[in-house]
């Protein structure tokens, strides 16, 4: 049988078919049998089952059986917890910024996503389920983002959640303003300080306020031709009416204070600040607006903007009430979000559901998701994570990553596979197109890893994030 | 081969082995004709008379006025057709759209009545570009190609293509149709909106909903003028309003599954008539383009490995060595899947791949007719001249080759061809690695290859490499050093020597260059022109 599995399997690799096409189960029961459920919501249940049925979590409790024909999984000694939910990533963009205009709100990541980024399948076996694809930083007012599932696999157009409310991407400070650095194939270009960011977004407004106006009156009949369908204005009528979430990068607390009093001028919310490092601050101002913040935990004073960063100040937005998030910014720290929330424990005393939280039930929460995930309910997607010990240990390692019912990630499987792809690999190298010329040929790059000349990530360009 | 030798063969070829005969009347008797329309006669006669198939059969009489051309053992086809080429056009580049650095604002548009910067022009159209003169495509023609899709191939809209015959010495008698689609790139413009793929999508989206409004308006105007603004005419606007109306198909280059998804994904979204070119991945998305009614235009450049081996660069990433396992199965898997598809050569590196490589879809599964009528009236389907030309029926046009041995063997070698009735006599079949394409009669070196280069930056000399591959005049490749791999835009190659832009990355900014150079032997050298000055560079052709 297990050949069998393992021909099938590489038959569907050979047929290019994506790598988990094999475990699609989706539609199948699963039962997860006596784990230790963090819920992030009604605390921790020991010696607990859950039942899936269609994708979504059917029963949560004691001694639960199953239909026939159901995948049980023994999680005797393991845990259990929400799948991760990332506030801030770039992952599986082909592009991050339209870095030519201060105004790009008319661009969205929607548009440029890859479903085959491997970023996303390492993601996955750091259980990270949902993520906010937003746009880069270049930009005061950057592009709309795509808040998906990691269904890794799966066709682009299943990885945007459909009831997830629209966002945009705004960005303040550095970034926007460019002139530490230069981007590629762009000239300088308005603003150049900080001041000239928040006018910016002001004359968008503006400019947003009297398209709105030109379109009502058009639909009283106070105009004869419709005006223009203008793509950079749209969404920020949306904004304005409340119905596309604001994400805002930025590092300063004063920047974010007076994006939030904009945001008071032209009478809506901003939905998260991001970054925020020095969001503590004005932990107030924030709390009463009801403004979300989704942070790094450390990250102090790697540059200047962020010289004013706390290790406390999770502990401080949360104390205020603030609903706070910790992301990443980063393919590679997004592998290990569940160490970065047991940070907040260990600075200030974050009790331990709270920082779950800080990784599932708020930034679903800050996206507008949380009616389906971010913690274990009855009734919520099942985006579940199996953890072979305490997701706050380092020695904890995600066993299997579920998705609505369907497992895009299990180790188990991946290491037996591992030796198949070896045995591909060879078989490929052997074939005339994959040999190297006999002599001559480009050099390769090395490090051979692809990089966007646009990301700068952790590792890159600016050492910071977007 | 030393270059000299090649410039010499090329010369020989055209001053010797191609006779060029206007006669009026032709009647290729006893050849195995591949009508591909009404199955193949192993004995059969075409007639041609005034440019046209006047008659084709088993038994027919050669006319009394026709030259007879004696076909025994010969095959004839109808003429192939490549279904995506730049053949004719002055460069690539004519739409100039990369010109200018990185440090000059936006371009001014105001000298012409479009409202659009370059690269985001629909309205430039290949039949305004051509060259006339039927010499410049010697070396397709050679090869068994009567007809051709043309276009430029700069900027996210490459403009309208022309689908062209290859012979007339005017350019209005090349034209079968014009214009047959208009082309677009998922391509970015360099120092203004668009500079990422994020851009380009935003603003083919908002270019197409002004379009819609133009016209929208212009009706509006038309009805009554009163009270209304009058429309502007945008000339980049108004040249898409036969594209929204499905009037004109749209050609997406698109290799990748997601960037075909993304094509499909557009199409849908404003209800375009949408054809795939190159398609690489296209089998990957079969079910869908079948659904969509979307056909390919399928290339015949199947991926290989170029990069040299070397013990400290990681192992090629699985995905890559599986597509090119993949890639020649593909047009089997599109035709299982009732996709339709025609083969194009744009970025193959010699013409003589196109069989070579259409060969290789047929050992892997790809019907020998499939594999024709890819080439002929399958093609001919796509592009809208089926009417007209693909098959061998009376009253087409007489495009026609002559073949002997097997099209897709080693063997193959073309013996006549037919254009528009006017017949191109091929004595001996140039070998592959010889041909050179032409330009306008005049030899144009073929630069491609690897180079190895030395850059001459005073104080601390660079090692790079230049890997160039040669369509006709047209250069493409990539420049690489330490600094990292730009691709070459713009490139050219002309009887002086190649020319190329490209933007790279140096201390920290981006830096638009322009490469000259010449090649000599297995030498190579130029000058790198920056901002800072120009720079000498030298090296050698990787053996």
Known sequence: MKRITAYFVSLLLVLGNLQFAAFGQANKELLIKNATVLTAIHGTLENTDILVRNGKIAKIGKNLSAGSGAEIIDATGKFVTPGIVDCHSHTMIDAINEGSLSVTSMTGTRDVLNPTDIAIYRALAGGVTSANILHGSANSIGGKNTVVKFKYGHPVEDFPIPDAPPGIKFAMGENPKGTNFSRPGVPPRYPRTRMGVIETMRDAFLRARDYKRAWDDYKAGKTKVPPRRDLELEPLVEVIEGKRLVHAHGYRSDEHLNLMLLADEFGFKIATLQHGLEAYKIAPEIAKRGTGVSIFTDSWGYKLEAYDAIPYNAYLLWKAGVVVSINSDSDERMRRLNLDAAKVEKYGGVPEEEALKMITLNPAKQLGIDKRTGSIEVGKDADLLIWSAHPFSVYSRVERTIIEGETFFDRAKDIQKRADLAKEREALEKLDVNKPPAAGGTQPRIPSEHRLEERDDAEYGDGGNQ | ?543
Not at chain 2, 64 to 71: H, L, M, P, S
Not at chain 2, 98 to 120: I, K, W
Not at chain 2, 211 to 237: T, V
């Open chain 2, 1 to 543: 081969m030393k270059f000299r030798h090649v410039l010499f063969a090329i010369a020989a070829i055209g001053l010797l082995y191609i006779v060029s005969i206007s006669a009026q009347t032709y009647a290729i008797t006893n050849a195995r004709v591949v009508t591909v329309s009404g199955g193949t006669i192993e004995n059969g006669t075409v007639v041609v008379r005034n440019g046209l198939i006047e008659s084709v059969g088993a038994n027919l009489k050669a006319p009394a006025d026709a030259e007879v051309i004696d076909g025994t053992g010969m095959t004839v086809y109808p003429g192939f057709i490549d279904a995506l080429t730049s053949l004719g056009l002055q460069t690539a580049s004519s739409t100039g759209q990369q010109r200018g650095g990185g440090t000059s604002g936006p371009q001014a548009t105001s000298e012409t009545n479009s409202n659009y910067p370059d690269g985001l022009r629909p309205e430039e159209a290949a039949s305004e570009e051509l060259k006339s003169g039927e010499s410049q495509f010697e070396t397709n023609r050679n090869a068994g190609f009567t007809t051709v899709v043309t276009v430029g191939r700069n900027g996210v809209f490459n403009g309208e293509s022309a689908v062209i015959d290859l012979a007339g010495d005017s350019v209005s008698a090349m034209i079968v149709k014009s214009p047959f689609a208009e082309h677009i790139s998922f391509a970015t413009i360099r120092g203004q909106y668009p500079v990422s793929l994020l851009g380009t999508f935003s603003a083919l989206r908002q270019m197409m909903l002004d379009a819609q409004r133009l016209q929208e308006i212009q009706k509006l105007y038309a009805a009554n003028p009163r009270g209304i603004k009058r429309p502007e005419s945008d000339k980049s606007l108004e040249a898409l309003i036969p594209v929204i109306n499905r009037q004109i198909p749209v050609v997406f280059n698109a290799n990748s599954e997601r960037e075909i998804v993304r094509a499909l994904d557009l199409a849908k979204e404003f209800n375009l008539k949408a054809i795939i070119a190159g398609g690489q991945e296209s089998w990957k998305v079969a079910d869908r383009l079948k659904a969509q009614d979307v056909p390919v235009l399928l290339s015949l450049n199947f991926p290989k490995r170029t990069t040299a081996a070397s013990a400290d660069a990681d192992p090629e990433p699985l995905e890559v060595l599986r597509l090119r396992a993949e890639t020649p199965k593909g047009p089997a898997r599109l035709a299982q899947a009732g996709v339709k598809f025609a083969f194009e050569s744009d970025s193959v590196k010699s013409i003589g791949d196109f069989f070579t490589n259409a060969g290789k879809a047929v050992e892997n599964g790809l019907t020998r007719d499939a594999a024709v009528r890819a080439m002929t009236l399958g093609s001919a389907e796509i592009l809208g001249v089926s009417a007209q030309t693909g098959s061998i029926e009376p009253g087409k046009i007489a495009n026609l080759v002559v073949v002997k041995g097997d099209l897709f063997g080693k063997d193959r070698a073309v013996k006549q061809v037919f254009v528009d009735g006017k017949l191109f006599e091929i004595k001996e079949q140039p070998k592959p690695a010889e041909t050179t394409p032409s330009n306008g009669g005049r030899a144009v070196p073929n630069v491609a290859g690897n180079y190895s280069i030395t850059i001459d930056i005073p104080g601390q000399p660079l090692a790079g490499t230049l890997a160039f591959t040669q369509q006709g005049n047209l250069l493409n490749g990539t420049i690489q050093s330490s600094l990292g791999t730009a691709p070459i835009r713009d490139g050219k190659v002309t009887v002086e020597g190649f020319t190329f832009a490209a933007t790279v990355e140096y201390g920290g900014s981006t830096v638009d260059i322009i490469v000259k150079g010449t090649v000599s032997g297995n030498q190579i050298s130029g000058t790198i022109d920056s901002p800072q000055g120009a720079i000498p560079f030298s090296g050698t052709k990787n053996p």
